[in-house]
């Protein structure tokens, strides 16, 4: 029998110290996006020119965190939008994963990822959902969140264009899950939520982005999103609010009366919100909301 070769000495030391020197080399690296002396495209381009550069050993977060005004928080969203793991490096992406980085860079370095966020929330039967249907007919460059929702369809109700009609196990699945940017119970009844991949994936392609949700999932939005923009719809009068829930007719006079109690509480929370509209006449409102996206 012949004998074994002798296992390659490994130099500890020497390791140690190219450890230290390329983690100082990738700081470098971070801190010239950080001050802007180079953009984060260009890192990314020598990352993949050069499989042994500092660039390319630069974690995907690390070198997003990095850009001036993107925290922890929405660079985890890019990345799930781009379809990037948590722990990828730079210069270990996939071509495809490549291509997705270097058009969000290019997009951002021209200033192309203008996208906002509004949410628009007010008290029962102000008349939001009227107006957020005049917005998905009138303004279709606007991205208009789809809610899941536990309630049954109405008369005319799509699936998939007015809500996600789904079951209470699915939705305590898209909970479990992290699927939903926010949910509430509303109105004591039955459970909405805003799902979060549409959301990610409209705004990393630079879309307005529109949610019409309730006062309770607003401020969910405001914890997740802190540069989302708040609206509330605001009725012409309090008698109009009375008469707009009554006519619609679609609630019992002990609903009614249950609403328009939580309508009070709602209305005195419109100073938590960053803009007010309201809404007298719907495609008046539409426009002053549609603006607001810009
Ligand atoms: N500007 C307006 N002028 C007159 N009527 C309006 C106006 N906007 C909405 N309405 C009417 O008010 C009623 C309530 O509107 P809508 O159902 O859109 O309210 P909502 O805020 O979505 O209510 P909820 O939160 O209870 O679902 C509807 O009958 C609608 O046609
Ligand atoms: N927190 C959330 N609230 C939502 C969402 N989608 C809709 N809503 C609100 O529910 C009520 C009732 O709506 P209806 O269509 O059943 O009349 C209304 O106030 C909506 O604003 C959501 O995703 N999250």
């Known amino acids: 029998m012949s004998p074994r070769p002798a296992p390659p000495q490994v130099d500890r030391a020497a390791a140690s110290r190219a450890a230290v020197a390329a983690r ?21 381009e020598t990352a993949w020119a050069e499989p042994d550069s500092p660039e390319a050993g630069l974690r ?31 210069g270990g992406l996939g ?20 996208s906002t966020l509004v949410v628009l929330a007010g008290p029962t039967a102000v008349g939001k959902g009227t107006v957020s249907a005049y917005i998905r007919e009138h303004y ?4 208009l969140s789809v809610s899941a929702t536990t309630r049954a369809p109405r008369p ?21 899950e992290g699927e939903l940017l926010e949910w509430a119970t509303v109105h004591n009844s039955y459970r909405y ?5 549409p959301i990610d994936a409209a705004l990393t392609a630079g879309k307005r982005v529109l949610l019409e949700i309730d006062l309770q999932g607003a401020r969910q939005v405001r914890e997740a999103m802190p540069e989302a923009k708040l609206v509330f ?33 709602e209305l005195a929370a419109q100073d938590e919100f960053d803009h007010r509209v309201v809404n007298t006449d719907v495609a008046v409102a539409a426009r002053e909301v549609v603006e607001l996206t810009s």
Not at 140 to 143: A, G, K, N, R, T
Not at 193 to 197: N, V
Not at 241 to 262: F, K, N, Y
């Open 24 to 44: 100082r080399a990738r700081a470098a690296v971070k801190q010239s996006i950080a001050t802007r002396n180079r953009s984060a495209r260009e890192v990314a």
């Open 60 to 90: 995907v977060r690390e070198l997003l965190g990095s850009i001036p005004g993107l925290g922890p928080t929405r660079v985890a969203r890019i990345m799930g939008a781009l379809g990037i793991a948590d722990s990828k490096r730079t």
């Open 95 to 114: 071509v495809r994963q490549r291509t997705a980085l270097r058009d969000w860079l290019t997009a951002r370095e021209g200033g192309e990822t203008t």
């Open 140 to 143: 279709p460059e606007i991205h």
């Open 156 to 176: 005319g109700e799509i699936d998939g264009v007015h809500y996600f009609f789904v079951s209470d196990d699915e939705f305590d699945r898209m909970i479990a």
């Open 193 to 197: 939520g805003t799902p979060r991949p």
């Open 233 to 265: 719809l605001l009725p012409p009068t309090w008698e109009e609010l009375v008469r707009r829930l009554i006519g619609r007719g679609t609630e019992s006079p002990e609903e009614q009366a249950r609403r328009l109690e939580t309508a009070k509480v």
